[in-house]
């Protein structure tokens, strides 16, 4: 430790002189100077920029599980408890999730159905399962409101829709979007919260229309929808928390470009393996 002191601050005082007041031999830190680094410490250098690049390609978001995947997919091999010290040594830190307001509006008198897909978030094709939901931004403008669909068969984002106003025209934008896209020829199990977005008539009878079956969390239950909640912690601690928006569009088309480049085709899902 004394000889690295010396050598970080050869700019600042003459070696010989910290040399004396460290009380160790000037001989001997020029011996070890000139000593090669172990093999060691060559191999944590050359990991050292690998997972520079998987941080730097996953927008610095993924932490040490999800860089330590991308170097496995590489074919490089390596303990996940080293590439967390190594990451760490680095200052390399993923985003960290930042709270929002509650955006559930469950006092209401509309129909309500029943907790079908009870917790069973899993899909073995598209299009059998879509869960949904509702999350909001925070915009120097206002609140931009954000409604998903997302198919649990890969965890796609199957339709979106971003607006100022969480109301049954959002829900529905992200709906006809999905279904432009996958069109299901077979029965789809359509889950969400009770909010009065997805309860409404209109959005009921959207889905009556396409002969989709109707499930929906018990009240208060965050967990009955933990496959979106999960995906909205992701997006806000990936992409908005760390940015500052000073009007919808903006949000908007940061949102788009996270969603459509990154997370649909590129990010590393730890639930898929």
């Given at each position: 430790?004394?000889?690295?002191?010396?050598?970080?601050?050869?700019?600042?005082?003459?070696?010989?002189?910290?040399?004396?007041?460290?009380?160790?031999?000037?001989?001997?830190?020029?011996?070890?100077?000139?000593?090669?680094?172990?093999?060691?410490?060559?191999?944590?250098?050359?990991?050292?920029?690998?997972?520079?690049?998987?941080?730097?390609?996953?927008?610095?978001?993924?932490?040490?599980?999800?860089?330590?995947?991308?170097?496995?997919?590489?074919?490089?091999?390596?303990?996940?408890?080293?590439?967390?010290?190594?990451?760490?040594?680095?200052?390399?830190?993923?985003?960290?999730?930042?709270?929002?307001?509650?955006?559930?509006?469950?006092?209401?008198?509309?129909?309500?159905?029943?907790?079908?897909?009870?917790?069973?978030?899993?899909?073995?094709?598209?299009?059998?399962?879509?869960?949904?939901?509702?999350?909001?931004?925070?915009?120097?403008?206002?609140?931009?409101?954000?409604?998903?669909?997302?198919?649990?068969?890969?965890?796609r984002c199957v339709?979106?829709?971003?607006?100022?106003?969480?109301?049954?025209?959002?829900?529905?934008?992200?709906?006809?979007?999905?279904?432009?896209?996958?069109?299901?020829?077979?029965?789809?199990?359509?889950?969400?919260?009770?909010?009065?977005?997805y309860t409404s008539?209109?959005?009921?009878?959207?889905?009556?229309?396409?002969?989709?079956?109707?499930?929906?969390?018990?009240?208060?239950?965050?967990?009955?929808?933990?496959?979106?909640?999960?995906?909205?912690?992701?997006?806000?601690?990936?992409?908005?928390?760390?940015?500052?928006?000073?009007?919808?569009?903006?949000?908007?088309?940061?949102?788009?470009?996270?969603?459509?480049?990154?997370?649909?085709?590129?990010?590393?899902?730890?639930?898929?393996?």
């Amino acid at each position: 430790m004394k000889y690295q002191f010396v050598s970080a601050h050869v700019h600042d005082y003459p070696v010989v002189a910290m040399c004396r007041v460290l009380e160790v031999a000037q001989s001997g830190y020029y011996a070890w100077k000139k000593r090669q680094p172990s093999a060691r410490q060559q191999e944590d250098e050359r990991l050292s920029g690998l997972i520079q690049q998987a941080f730097t390609r996953g927008r610095a978001v993924y932490g040490s599980p999800r860089v330590h995947a991308v170097l496995q997919r590489q074919g490089i091999c390596c303990s996940r408890k080293r590439v967390a010290r190594l990451m760490r040594h680095a200052g390399r830190v993923a985003a960290h999730r930042k709270r929002t307001p509650h955006t559930t509006d469950s006092h209401h008198d509309h129909p309500i159905a029943p907790n079908e897909l009870n917790r069973e978030f899993i899909a073995t094709a598209p299009n059998q399962r879509w869960v949904g939901d509702i999350t909001v931004v925070e915009t120097q403008e206002g609140w931009l409101y954000v409604a998903a669909l997302l198919d649990l068969s890969a965890r796609r984002c199957v339709g979106w829709a971003m607006g100022a106003h969480p109301d049954e025209a959002l829900v529905t934008s992200a709906f006809q979007m999905a279904w432009s896209q996958r069109a299901p020829e077979k029965t789809l199990l359509h889950h969400t919260d009770r909010g009065s977005h997805y309860t409404s008539l209109g959005y009921r009878a959207l889905l009556a229309s396409h002969a989709i079956q109707v499930s929906m969390s018990r009240r208060a239950n965050c967990w009955d929808n933990a496959a979106v909640e999960s995906f909205w912690h992701t997006l806000k601690t990936e992409c908005t928390n760390h940015q500052q928006f000073t009007t919808r569009q903006h949000a908007h088309t940061i949102i788009f470009e996270y969603l459509e480049v990154f997370y649909n085709r590129q990010r590393l899902h730890s639930t898929l393996g």
